[in-house]
């Protein structure tokens, strides 16, 4: 299996300022990554798909880069509704496996 | 606009057998584009991909689940089940269904739409 690890856990951050989440694949999963927003009680909302494309709908603060193990997140000036856990997910394969997830908080 | 439902029973006993549906509004669960899977989250923890199944009935289970579960497919009801034999109190969590889209780029799929998810527990 395909092992995603997310870093760090929980992060604290100001309004405005710039935000990165890494994650990274126990092996090469080509840009086959995605990201994921989910706020309390709710379902997860798509990102950011192929490690770098940008979902319809989603404000262009949040960016994606990376390919073959090594993945970054970015929101380039956080704002008050990004508060949220962020998951990264791996599809290379058939069988899919998320990090653990990076609880983000406004200070 | 695509929607999916889940829906099922919120208590199941240990021992006992979990069935959930997924209702799909919107699109076809036939279509070639896409994959169907659910995904779980016990409380207070990250997300878990279960399985997947394709509209053409072939499907990918989590290794560590694999003997307990089955995704299937009622293209008459445009719906997809759930079901994970043999529970426990570790089974305990919110169950969610989503469409799994291969975009431009056929064979690599991402979970692009998601229900609301329902939550089971495992008690007796």
């Known amino acids: 299996d395909i092992q995603m690890t997310q870093s760090p856990s929980t992060l604290s951050a100001s309004v405005g300022d710039r935000v990165t989440i890494t994650c990274r694949a126990s092996?090469?999963?080509?840009?086959?990554l995605a990201w994921y927003q989910q706020k309390s009680g709710k379902a997860p909302k798509l990102l950011i798909y192929?490690?770098?494309s940008l979902e319809s709908g989603v404000p262009s603060r949040f960016s994606g880069s990376g390919s073959g193990t090594e993945f970054t997140l970015t929101i380039s000036s956080l704002q008050p509704d990004d508060s949220a856990t962020y998951y990264c997910?791996?599809?290379?394969?058939?069988?899919?496996?998320f990090g653990q997830g990076t609880k983000v908080e406004i200070k | 606009q695509l929607q999916l439902q889940e829906s099922g029973p919120g208590l199941v006993k240990p021992s006992e057998t979990l069935s959930l549906t997924c209702t799909v509004s919107?699109?076809?669960?036939?279509?070639?584009?896409?994959?169907w899977g659910w995904i779980r989250q016990p409380p207070g923890k990250g997300l878990a991909w279960i399985g997947s199944?394709?509209?053409?009935?072939?499907?990918y289970y989590n290794p560590s689940l694999q003997s307990r579960v089955t995704v299937s497919l009622d293209t008459s009801k445009n719906q997809f089940s759930l079901k994970l034999s043999s529970v426990t109190a570790a089974d305990t969590a919110v169950y969610y269904c989503?469409?799994?889209?291969?975009?431009?780029?056929?064979?690599?799929?991402?979970?692009?739409?998601w229900g609301k998810g329902t939550t089971v527990t495992v008690s007796s």
């Open positions: 997910q791996q599809y290379n394969s058939y069988t899919w496996t």
């Open positions: 919107g699109a076809s669960i036939s279509s070639s584009s896409y994959y």
């Open positions: 192929k490690a770098s």
């Open positions: 989503a469409r799994a889209n291969s975009g431009s780029y056929w064979g690599y799929y991402y979970m692009d739409v």
């Open positions: 092996q090469s999963i080509s840009s086959w």
């Open positions: 199944v394709y509209y053409s009935g072939s499907t």
